[in-house]
């Protein structure tokens, strides 16, 4: 059985590359043994696994996971053989999401409901848990908010669009090209207002106020952020669309929250003191730690089966990734950790 790995070498792009995998002859007690039907892939955060002490020659890639169950441990009580399950495997795991067969604890992994395709789920759970954890954990967010999402028509983006319109917060968002801002225009439910920075993202500032009446939003979810001015000049056009963070904390509103998945933020004096007279706050996004601890496993799971039931009733509406085959996974997982806002999804 063969499965796809990261040979991770300092100071150097990393390697994909196709290894040999066997599975144990005996499940432990809360494992199940699952036949993987499709698998997103992911960038994968190799700074984050030497943080966390996960340095090891060969990194598994594809996490995200969806397929039937074959076989369980004595002690297993979520599922028994042939239901069909998702789930995201944790950090440590030894297995590669497209081996053919995969063994992982049930406390991964939610049931998948019939009407939901697995190559839909695969694509998309992760940026459905980002947004959850972003909307929910992070901001508190409730009817009558008024969000602002950056990049609205990006996989994470949409999610969180899709979320907020259904609780019935007010949603304004920005486009990054012609295309993305006809796209955000059409959507159902609408969101107030398609903000395009793909000209200048002067426009940004003056355009939330107008919308808002000069009060500013209750949440803001980048995608990203500049740090100090200038940097325009030496990154990729792609960045060049993010928000400078000092526009950010400038369109939040009086207790604001600014959920951020910029990990290197540096916050001035003068940002501190603007979101100090605010009273408002700044998160962190990282899904990853849904899986690094256990001390909220229980909601977690409620997560996932709240991000899948969604979907299946058409509240999330993903835009569908057209699934790759197995032979093509390599090349797909290089060009995802190249260009980090890509999707792929690989059917087994």
């Not at 009086?254 to 940002?271: A, E, F, I, K, M």
Request: proline fraction near 5%; glycine fraction near 6%.
């Amino acid at each position: 059985m063969k499965g796809l790995y990261c040979r991770a070498v300092s100071d150097a792009e990393p390697k994909f590359v196709i290894q040999e995998m066997t599975l144990p002859d005996v499940l432990s007690s809360h494992q199940v043994r699952v036949q993987v039907k499709a698998c997103g892939l992911s960038p994968l955060d190799l700074k984050l696994f030497r943080d966390v002490g996960m340095q090891r020659d060969l990194i598994p890639v594809g996490r995200e996971v969806a397929g039937v169950v074959l076989q369980v441990g004595p002690k297993v009580t979520f599922f028994q053989p042939e239901d069909e399950v998702v789930g995201i495997l944790p950090l440590d795991s030894s297995f590669s999401g497209l081996c053919e067969v995969i063994d992982t604890d049930e406390y991964y992994l939610v049931q998948k409901p019939e009407k939901l395709s697995s190559v839909c789920v695969a694509a998309a759970l992760r940026d459905g848990l980002c947004a959850y954890t972003a909307l929910h954990t992070h901001a508190r967010m409730a009817a009558g908010h008024t969000l602002l999402v950056t990049d609205g028509a990006s996989s994470f983006g949409l999610m969180c669009i899709q979320l907020a319109c259904y609780h019935g917060a007010k949603v304004l968002t920005t486009s990054h090209s012609p295309q993305n801002h006809t796209f955000l225009e059409q959507l159902r439910p609408s969101v107030a207002r398609v903000i395009p920075v793909y000209n200048s993202s002067s426009e940004l500032l003056s355009a939330v106020m107008e919308e808002t009446g000069g009060l500013g939003v209750d949440i803001v979810v980048d995608s990203g952020v500049h740090l100090h001015e200038g940097e325009e000049e030496v990154e990729s056009e792609e960045k060049k669309l993010l928000p400078h963070k000092h526009d950010i904390i400038s369109v939040l509103g009086v207790g604001g929250h600014w959920v951020t998945s910029h990990q290197d933020l540096q916050l001035d004096p003068p940002d501190c003191r603007l979101l100090y007279l605010k009273s408002a706050s700044v998160s962190f996004l990282n899904p990853e730690v849904w899986t690094a601890s256990s001390s909220q496993q229980g909601r977690y799971l409620h997560i996932l089966k709240d991000i899948v039931e969604k979907m299946s009733s058409g509240v999330l509406r993903p835009q569908p990734e057209e699934a790759v085959p197995l032979y093509e996974a390599t090349v797909a997982m290089e060009t995802v950790q190249r260009h980090p806002k890509t999707k792929a999804v690989v059917q087994l």
